[in-house]
């Protein structure tokens, strides 16, 4: 707007109800206009003489209400209201981990309260208990639901439900499938609350895709969350749980914390060669680093990874892989070094 120019804020901004805004004088338009008021209008068109005019957003209400018959009109609606249903039970058969469960539940219970309260089943774990944390994970159809927030009276004609439970296959370290045996020797977890969910998400994943992505296991794993923030190890363990359910040999080097035999532990290597790398440009987070030091460690003959956001150290196999090739697999994987 040029200098000098201002006149005023526009219509819109006004306060002043006598400016229009485009150069109209309103005060000589500000008339009492002819035929039906809205109080007439209403009182003759015999509609209940009740009107109510709610504008919200603007905190603005007004209601318009004439008296006698209008309030005599308007109280039943809501004397009469009927009475809240009353609670109302279903009697259902629940199968779960292959096994039939006959319950009698209420129609407002979820299918974790059904399982812990009812059945004594501890398979899922209870996080925040309203949709957000995946800690109570199970399968439902091979689908992951959250079962704090299904119902159980909606999961009794037929469907299979499945647990932590469900997927072994038995004693031991030896009888877990291999997405538990992976989150156990992996050491994807720390306090544990959020595990049982990680499991049964990766699961539904891997029983679909044995040969995810990382992107793929973020993915599917978006409903889970894992404050300890053991993220890195859970994708790691994630993708060896995909490798052994490929067929192939999976190498763990996370110490045995079982008097069980060992499945498989690294052999260390002898002459194992360490070096410390700055990124051309440094990570924008800690996050960013794990997700690199997770990948770097899938690619054959790198051993181990250690470093932050400035650095990286891979440890490698100089049988397997060079200096050269470590440098080509940090470039290939979006970080260049120097
Ligand atoms: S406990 Fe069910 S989603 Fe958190
Ligand atoms: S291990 Fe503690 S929340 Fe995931």
Known sequence: MAEGKFSGPPAALSTDNNNCGNGCDEKSTEQPRAGLSRRDFLKRSNAGAVAVGVMTGTGFTAALIEPAEAQ?????????????????????????????????????ESLWETMNY?????????????????????????????????LSARNGRGQKILTVAGITKGPGVAGLHPVQRAFWLE????????????????????????????????????????????????LSAVQKAAAEMRGEKVVYTAPLITGDAPVAVAAPVANAITKQFEFAAPLGT???????????????????????????????????????????ALAELGHAVR
């Open 118 to 150: 009812q059945l004594g089943l501890a398979n899922s774990n209870l996080g925040c208990d309203r949709a957000q944390c995946g800690a109570c994970t199970i399968l439902v159809d091979s689908k992951p639901v959250n079962g704090c927030t299904v």
């Open 286 to 328: 800690i996050e960013q680093y794990d997700d690199l030091a997770s990948e770097l460690k899938q690619r054959p003959g790198i051993l181990g990874v250690a470093g932050s956001e400035r650095t990286i150290a891979p440890t490698w196999d100089p049988a397997k892989i060079d200096e050269a090739g470590v440098r080509r």
């Open 187 to 234: 050491g994807g977890f720390q306090c544990g609350i959020c595990t049982r969910g990680f499991v049964m998400a990766s699961y539904a994943l891997l029983e679909k895709n044995n040969k995810p992505t990382n992107d793929e296991i973020k993915e599917a794993l978006a409903g889970n969350i894992c404050r300890c923030g053991e993220y890195p190890k859970i």
């Open 72 to 108: 005599v009109a308007a109280k039943p609606a809501a004397a009469n209201a009927a009475p809240p249903a009353p609670l109302k039970s279903r009697k259902l058969t629940l199968d779960i981990d292959g096994k039939k469960h006959d319950v009698t539940v209420d129609v407002r």
